[in-house]
């Protein structure tokens, strides 16, 4: 009885948090969302994201996350994996977190002098005799700088889930016969699907919704939901239009935790 | 616990000894919580010097904040947090702040120096009589370009950006208003169009400019054209003379066709708690040399006649930045379309932007 009341106090602050910063704020975005431009409720917005402009934006916002979050992927996990094999395991996980201390625009930055037609890129093109051309402003530097920004997030998980493997488990799998590709498609893989998926759902849905890289990466090349919100927020102030963008990318977003998370309970 | 309660008293007793000690040494320099003012500008646009000389001149202290948008600057000054007393707003926000009531009216018997302002620039229909603001910079929208680059060609009209030979060549500025007008003039509309039909037609005709374009930026593009990363931007004319400061090959035109005249005007806004401080800053930025000094610094063009004497003569008589009347009454200022249009304006704009090579 008194552990419980005790309890209660504790997680006031918990709850209090939760009401205030995410609960709260939904309901906000959810309320401007009936609003159409002049103010008076309606449901336009909601009309209105239903046409080819925004549908062709999520779609678009769509294909990009999951590029980026692909990349991601492919390079994340072997370098989780040998970072696994490594003597000083912190030590290099710690060299790869120390870029993401950096301020994103700052690294933006220094992209745009990387990959000018005059940047270190195009040099190191002409050095090896490819010849110069355009990087900057293209899917590809988009899509490179997304992904070199979320591997941190995307290696830790994968790091976390292959550290806790049980290296008996390998050893079963090679005494039994198995192949190196065999026990990692069969033992390795799915014991890290948690890590591999918590991985995904961090950069997939920070990356639905990326903005500052589409206009100094990419040149708005690339038109995501995040840059419509942005745009209907500060330039236009239609605060309805944008705040209906915003619970579309809510609900998205809940799909995708729906759906990653869906088959961790049937296993 | 005691150590940590020990810990936030010590900060809190910390805070409460250096505020009294910053109050008592603002009251030593004759500066005091009345006599203050609170200016609100865009980043980078004054000479700071100048700040320093008016203290010194008027013993009022000046707070000098900045904004780097409209939008941001009126939302700020809409919530009433801070006590602004001089704001810089564009002309188009100007004339949305006075339909807001956002605006003190000025006292012209305190602004003697407003004689020294080009009748051009005065009286114009975002604010008629000047009721509300005094000019302070202005300038047009047009091409800065590299002929080096280009081998040569000259760029004098918008459609001239539409030749295939600059493919890839071209930084658009990231503003709705002036894209979709650049689309306007080349097809010889008003800036201030609202006809869906025109606004459609302008938006074909830009989408037939996408192979040329290279990216849609906003103010790195000063950066990217100075370092030649492309041969031709669309920007401000101020900008324009910054990125010609820092690479001389680029030259600048304001397209045959008409394009934009933009004003950035001294208000004192609702918020103002010093208003005589506010109009003595006003008549002060106003005087003929300290606009002079002031425009050499921040290299845009100024509307004050009397300053023209004491500056530079490459600098007053440089047409691309201080265009005859001839070529001036052919530009439009924007005009406050409502945001309903100024929807349809960026929902064209993200169309564009969306629209592939």
């Known amino acids: ?267 | 616990m005691k150590q940590l309660v020990r810990t936030f008293l010590t900060i809190i007793l910390v805070s409460i000894v250096l505020l009294s000690i910053t109050n008592r040494l603002n009251q030593s320099q004759g500066f005091s919580g009345s006599n203050t003012l609170t200016v609100y500008n865009w980043g980078d646009y004054i000479d700071t010097d100048l700040i320093n000389r008016f203290e010194k001149e008027t013993g009022i202290k000046v707070i000098y904040e900045t904004f780097d948008s409209n939008e941001a600057m009126m939302t700020k000054i809409e919530q009433g947090g801070t006590t602004y007393d001089v704001a810089v707003p564009s002309e188009y926000m100007i004339d949305k702040m006075i339909k807001e009531n956002l605006l003190i009216p000025l006292d012209h018997s305190k602004l003697p120096n407003l004689k020294n302002i080009d009748e051009r620039f005065l009286n114009l229909p975002f604010d008629p009589d000047n009721l509300y603001s005094i000019p302070y910079f202005w300038g047009t929208v047009g091409i800065v370009y590299n002929p080096e680059m280009l081998g040569g060609m000259e760029i004098t009209s918008w459609n001239d950006l539409w030749d295939r030979k600059l493919r890839n060549e071209i930084l658009l500025i990231d503003g709705a208003r002036e894209v979709i007008g650049m689309g306007l003039n080349s097809l010889h509309y008003s800036l201030n169009d609202t006809n869906p039909k025109h606004l459609q037609e302008a938006k074909a005709k830009l989408d037939t400019l996408t192979p040329n374009i290279k990216a849609i930026v906003g103010d790195e593009n000063k950066l990217l054209l100075a370092n030649r990363e492309a041969a031709i931007g669309i920007t401000w004319s101020g900008d324009a003379s910054e990125i010609m400061s820092e690479n001389e090959d680029l030259d600048y035109v304001v397209p045959s066709e008409g394009s934009n005249l933009w004003f950035d005007n001294m208000v004192i806004p609702k918020t103002a708690k010093n208003i005589d401080g506010a109009h003595a800053f006003i008549n002060f930025m106003l005087d003929a040399k300290v606009a002079a000094q002031n425009t050499e610094y921040v290299s845009y063009s100024t509307p004050n006649k009397a300053a023209l004497e004491f500056m530079p003569e490459e600098m007053v008589n440089d047409e691309r930045f201080y265009p005859a009347p001839e070529l001036t009454d052919k530009l439009e200022v924007y005009e406050n379309l409502g945001k309903r249009n100024l929807a349809t304006y960026n929902e064209l704009f993200l169309e564009f932007k969306m629209h592939r090579k």
């Open chain 1, 1 to 267: 009885m008194e552990n419980k009341a005790k309890f209660n106090v504790y997680s006031l602050p918990y709850f209090l948090w939760i009401v205030c910063f995410v609960i709260a704020p939904i309901l906000l975005v959810l309320y401007y969302s009936l609003f159409d431009i002049d103010g008076n409720f309606s449901f336009v917005n909601y009309q209105n994201f239903f046409t080819p402009v925004y549908l062709m934006m999520t779609v678009n916002s769509f294909w990009y996350a999951f590029l980026i979050t692909f990349f991601s992927l492919l390079v994340a996990y072997p370098t989780a994996y040998l970072l696994t094999k490594t003597k000083h395991k912190q030590l290099w996980l710690l060299l790869i977190i120390v870029p993401s201390w950096i301020n994103l625009l700052l690294k933006a930055y220094a992209f745009i002098g990387i990959f000018g037609t005059y940047g270190a890129a195009n040099k190191f093109l002409e050095g090896i005799g490819i010849g110069s051309r355009q990087i900057l402003f293209t899917d590809f530097s988009f899509i490179f700088v997304s992904v070199y920004i979320f591997i941190p997030f995307m290696i830790l998980p994968i790091f976390n889930a292959l550290n806790k493997l049980n290296p008996t488990l390998i050893a079963a799998a090679n005494d039994l016969g198995a192949s190196g590709w065999v026990t990692f498609r069969r033992v390795i893989f799915p014991l890290t699907l948690d890590g591999v998926k918590s991985g995904c759902q961090v950069v997939f849905i920070p990356a639905l919704s990326l903005f500052m890289l589409t206009r100094l990466i990419s040149g708005n090349r690339v038109i995501t939901l995040g840059t419509a919100i942005e745009q209907h927020f500060l330039v236009i102030q239609d605060w309805g239009m944008g705040s209906t963008i915003a619970v579309f990318l809510i609900i998205f977003m809940f799909l995708i935790m729906a759906l990653t998370g869906a088959r961790k309970r049937g296993v």
